[in-house]
């Protein structure tokens, strides 16, 4: 989100395809820790520290318009 916001402000160039791996791989971190015992509730990832809550329109024009690699 920093680098589009970035984009968009004029100061950078034009962000890649999205790359949720940092995020998918904490997930995944906490719940070996805890062996997963975890919900998604019990995670402690923050807003918007660790991750942005979009709407499924907004999230699906990032999308398509850049791309996602989903393999972590």
Same mark, same amino acid.
């Given at each position: 989100?920093? #680098?589009?916001?970035?984009?968009?402000?004029?100061? *950078?160039?034009?962000?890649?395809?999205?790359?949720? #791996?940092?995020?998918?791989? *904490?997930?995944?971190?906490?719940? *070996? #820790?805890?062996?997963? #015992?975890?919900?998604?509730?019990?995670?402690?990832?923050?807003?918007?520290?660790?991750?942005?809550?979009?709407?499924?329109?907004?999230?699906?024009?990032?999308?398509?318009?850049?791309?996602?690699?989903?393999?972590?």
């Amino acid at each position: 989100m920093e #680098k589009w916001r970035k984009f968009a402000n004029g100061e *950078k160039e034009q962000p890649g395809q999205i790359d949720n #791996k940092v995020l998918a791989n *904490k997930i995944d971190s906490q719940r *070996k #820790k805890n062996n997963y #015992k975890l919900t998604d509730n019990d995670l402690t990832l923050r807003e918007p520290q660790d991750f942005y809550l979009l709407s499924k329109e907004f999230w699906g024009m990032f999308r398509d318009r850049y791309g996602c690699d989903l393999t972590v």
